[in-house]
């Protein structure tokens, strides 16, 4: 059965989906190559669904969530949703970013929470 990775991030930040599966599997995070990663922005919610509803669903079937911080993610506020309701669900939380990315009030108060720096990418 495949692990199923719940991945939170910006719109804007999209450009970071690519190669993060390596990332969690050259830190520990995810073994082998059966790794679903579920990505909000990629059709898997339903038009007329209940967001909140589907992404708490979502969050509690899987088996870790993903933060990819940069910059844009304070100020999104599903980003925070999300976040939220991972540490509500007491899911472990890993933070994808940029040295000194994840210095923020709410990553510092999460419960269950892992950092991974990478190196920053390009604007493609």
Do not use: C
């Amino acid at each position: 059965m495949a692990e199923k990775i719940f991945v939170s991030y910006s719109h804007e930040d999209r450009k970071y989906l690519e190669g993060l599966k390596e990332v969690l599997q050259e830190h520990g995070i995810v073994e082998g190559d059966e790794v679903s990663i579920i990505d909000p922005f990629s059709g898997v919610f339903s038009v007329g669904e209940d967001i909140r509803e589907s992404i708490k669903r979502e969050i509690q079937s899987s088996s870790k969530v993903v933060i990819i911080h940069t910059s844009n993610t304070n100020s999104s506020q599903w980003v925070n949703y999300e976040v939220g309701m991972a540490d509500a669900l007491d899911k472990p939380i890993i933070v994808v970013g940029t040295r000194g990315s994840g210095k923020t009030t709410l990553l510092s108060s999460l419960k269950h929470i892992q950092m991974i720096e990478v190196e920053e990418k390009a604007n493609k």
